[in-house]
């Protein structure tokens, strides 16, 4: 056994944990944005924290199936498979997620702008629901045959504790991305994102704690809860508490590491199978029969070695550029007209069609 | 419809809309970080407010490239399930270095520039830009290198009846990923190319600042025509390098059922399809497909015939022959739209030259409609290269109808490919208004002599 496959089952739970600490709070900020920011000012506002960053996090969701296809195939070839529809309902919550935070400030349009903020809302909900779905079910099993080729419908998947699964990973985005609308907005906006904090914090760590016991008993191992469970449950509740405590900095820092070891827990977990057959258990998917070959993973590590410590890096660097908080302010309508582009006005058209200069 | 017709539908339709973007972003990118260095060096204000125009209209694609990026990531395990499978060990190796080199790259860089405006030093925020389009390059080599990897593969060795990657180098130095890389690399720029000069063109036919727009156009002109005319020259070698890998392909594309010596292009023919081998009407240039596809005044090329027998000797029994129509138009629809292409710069630059080009009425409508070649141009392309590799959808080693995820339902893949149409569909038209409202945008104003050294205001949601 080649040591490189467990080191790379390790890579891609850590990209997948990074993607949810990332694109959580981005999740949770397009589910919030209507409630914290309440009016076009507030709402651009809320929308402009992320603005420079949800594009390079989302990337970490691409890298993650990425990995799995070149150091897995086995394990993503049956997953996709499986969850042929959910992608694809996923894959349509991201686009119009993505394209509304794009296309929203684009037309001066009270109803344009209603449209994409109902959808950037609705996307935001569902892919980390859907994600949690996908994720949950690699553990508690999914009919799946010794060919390991799925066997099971639409409707298989959405098992009571992968539906579990789902709700609370779209309560923890919310919490996450409350506590970082927190952190990067001023004034009554900052005063509302804790308000809705403080409303979810109970919510959410009654959820997860029902998750980190229901994974537990699904993976059926032991007895005691394993360091990442406890830690899942301590973070949550930590986070809680700070929450109530008006800790702004901490608090952002606990609901991470409470995404972050709701996630590792799962992966932790489900180690050394990748995907669990209700079928039969014999015909589980582990990561040695769905790895790829010695000399693809050695590549592989060396590309990741290379490349993930310089992404981590520039990343980090862009969340400094990005440091300040972004107030309500900078958006009154008093500014000039909400185009995107500060310096753009539209044009003037005369009845004819033809434009005139501005004046 | 069967299973694999479907899929098949999905993977050309996800892909083609794909590609509408892919282009655009590479060429506009590296534009826009052109127009961004000439603002740099000369602190003309010109350069900077083309730089922002221009810049929207980048951003603007590259949010559609990313998620629809997405899906094509996702299309493989979703729907070719079997394929991945087998290949995952090769083709997924690319994959994952095109995520970590250089969607991180570009994603994370272009959210810098975009908004970064006023954040960062003049120099650094400059080189922001370049490193979107250096993302957006090297995106493009490691996809190129997974598919040339499936239409001659390479750096591998059969362990189980499964490819098993041994020499990784193998990929990138594959000619057919050499010769193919660079042909979309030039196809991208007179892409980008032409989309900047057909916005050009529309503002200066309706009264956007002349001086500034043709400075735009010229930019696009003088990159356009070398940027066209190495894109059929790469083509050219690329016909020869696939007629000695995949000789099936170039013979389709010719509609040659007999092998032939020296062989004549048709410029024109009806029938010679996969039913009626004969064509009833044919206009002929002696030697000229000798020259495409071997580079020799008499070189041989096999017809589909013999090579079809070859390949039931070989393979074991079956067809081998492509769809003959797609093959032969997809060819000739790529190679004529370039010539017009190049046709339209030549015209432009002569036009610069006289200094007529911003008031020639013909050759400005002209080049707002000649934006719809390119994407005409990428999309037969594709169609050559990706339906010329059939039956296979790795030569040689799998055959598509095996790619598929065996447990598929039909249902499944209606539903999916339904909801696919409509949401492309949507996004397509929204993104076109979009552009096209944003191309018929006035110009941010000129900077006053006051603010000349104030920071640019960023750019906001």
């Not at chain 2, 990784?168 to 890389?181: D, E, K, R």
């Not at chain 2, 991208?188 to 043709?214: I, K, N, P, Y």
């Not at chain 2, 590799?389 to 080693?397: C, F, L, N």
């Not at chain 2, 598929?404 to 949401?423: D, E, K, N």
């Amino acid at each position: 056994m080649s040591s490189l496959i467990p080191f790379w089952y390790i890579v891609i739970a850590v990209l997948w944990t990074g993607f949810f600490i990332l694109e959580g709070f981005d999740f949770g900020v397009g589910m919030l944005h209507g409630i914290v920011g309440r009016d076009e000012a507030g709402r651009r506002a809320a929308i402009n924290t992320i603005g420079p960053l949800w594009d390079g996090n989302e990337v970490w969701l691409i890298v993650a199936g990425a990995g799995m296809f070149a150091a897995f195939p086995g394990w993503y070839a049956t997953m996709f498979s499986a969850y042929n529809l959910a992608l694809v309902l996923l894959l349509a919550a991201l686009i119009v997620r993505g394209v509304a935070f794009e296309y929203r400030g684009k037309r001066d349009a009270a109803r344009w702008r209603r449209t994409w903020d109902v959808l950037l809302t609705a996307g935001s909900v569902l892919a980390p629901l859907l994600i949690g779905v996908a994720l949950a079910g690699l553990l508690h099993g999914l009919p799946v045959n010794s060919a390991q080729d799925y066997t099971g419908t639409f409707w298989d998947l959405f098992q009571p504790y992968a539906l579990w699964t789902g709700v609370t990973l779209v309560l923890v985005c919310a919490l996450h991305g409350a506590t970082f609308l927190c952190l990067k907005t001023t004034g009554e906006m900052r005063e509302r994102s804790w308000r809705v904090a403080r409303r979810l914090a109970p919510l959410t760590a009654a959820f997860v704690i029902g998750f980190i016991i229901w994974t537990h008993v699904t993976a059926g191992t032991t007895f005691f809860l394993n360091v990442i469970e406890l830690l899942a449950i301590l973070a949550v509740l930590t986070a809680a508490w700070l929450v109530y405590d008006h800790h702004e900095g901490f608090a952002f820092a606990a609901t991470t590491v409470t995404i972050a070891s709701c996630i590792i827990a799962i992966f932790a977990d489900l180690y050394p199978n990748v995907m669990v057959s209700s079928t039969n258990p014999a015909y589980n998917l582990t990561v040695h029969n769905t790895a790829s070959g010695a000399y693809s993973l050695k590549v592989m590590t060396v590309v990741v070695i290379i490349f993930l410590p310089l992404v981590l890096a520039y990343q980090t660097w862009t969340y400094y550029v990005f440091r300040r908080r972004v107030s309500r302010q900078e958006f009154q309508p008093a500014r000039g007209p909400t185009t995107p582009e500060t310096t753009t006005r539209l044009p003037t058209m005369e009845p004819d069609g033809k434009r005139r200069p501005h004046r | 419809m069967t299973n694999v017709d479907l899929a098949r539908v999905e993977f050309a339709f996800v892909t083609v809309n794909h590609f509408f973007f892919v282009p655009v972003t590479i060429g506009l990118a590296f534009l826009t970080a052109l127009l961004q260095t000439a603002w740099h060096r000369s602190g003309r204000d010109d350069y900077l407010r083309l730089t922002r125009f221009f810049g929207i209209l980048l951003v603007i694609n590259v949010a559609i490239g990313v998620v629809t990026g997405l899906v094509q990531e996702f299309q493989f395990g979703m729907n070719w399930g079997a394929y991945s499978r087998l290949v995952g060990n090769v083709f997924g190796a690319p994959l994952a270095m095109e995520g970590l080199a250089a969607f991180f790259l570009e994603s994370t860089f272009l959210g810098l520039w975009l908004f970064g405006w006023d954040k960062l030093p003049k120099r650094i925020h400059l080189l922001t830009i370049w490193a979107v389009s250096l993302g957006s390059v090297l995106s493009g080599a490691f996809i190129m290198a997974a598919n040339s990897w499936m239409q001659h593969p390479v750096g591998y060795t059969m362990v189980n009846g499964k490819p098993q990657l041994n020499d990784i180098w193998a990929l990138f130095t594959n000619p057919v990923f050499v010769w193919g890389y660079a042909k979309v690399l030039f196809a991208a720029l007179v892409t980008g190319c032409m989309v900047m000069l057909a916005v050009s063109a529309w503002q200066l036919r309706h009264g956007g600042d002349r001086e500034v727009f043709t400075r735009s156009a010229r930019l696009a002109l003088i990159l356009l025509v070398p940027a066209i005319l190495f894109t059929l020259l790469v083509g050219d070698e690329l016909g020869v390098v696939e007629g000695k890998y995949q000789p099936m392909k170039i013979a389709a594309a010719e509609g040659q059922w007999t092998t032939c010596q020296p062989c004549s292009f048709s410029l024109f023919q009806i029938g010679g399809g996969n039913n009626d081998q004969t064509p009833t009407q044919i206009i002929e240039i002696p030697h000229l497909l000798s020259l495409l596809a071997t580079n020799h005044w008499n070189g041989q090329v096999v017809g589909m015939t013999p090579l079809n027998n070859q390949y039931n000797q070989q393979y074991g029994p079956g067809y081998y022959v492509p769809n003959v129509f797609i093959q032969y138009w997809g060819m000739r629809v790529m190679a004529y739209l370039g010539m017009v292409v190049l046709v339209i710069g030549v015209w432009g630059l002569w036009l610069l030259r006289r200094k007529t080009l911003a008031t020639s009425r013909v050759f400005l409508w002209v080049a707002v409609w000649g934006a719809v070649l390119p994407f005409l141009m990428n999309t037969a392309g594709w169609f050559l290269t990706e339906s010329g590799r059939q039956p296979w959808i790795v030569q040689g080693i799998m055959l598509t109808k095996n790619g598929i995820s065996p447990t598929l339902s039909t249902t499944w893949l209606w539903i999916s490919l339904i909801a696919f149409i409509l949401l492309y569909g949507t996004l397509a038209t929204v993104d076109l208004l979009l552009m096209l409202r944003y191309s018929r945008e006035q110009l941010p104003p000129p900077r006053s002599e006051a603010d000349a050294d104030a920071p640019v205001p960023a750019v906001r949601y």
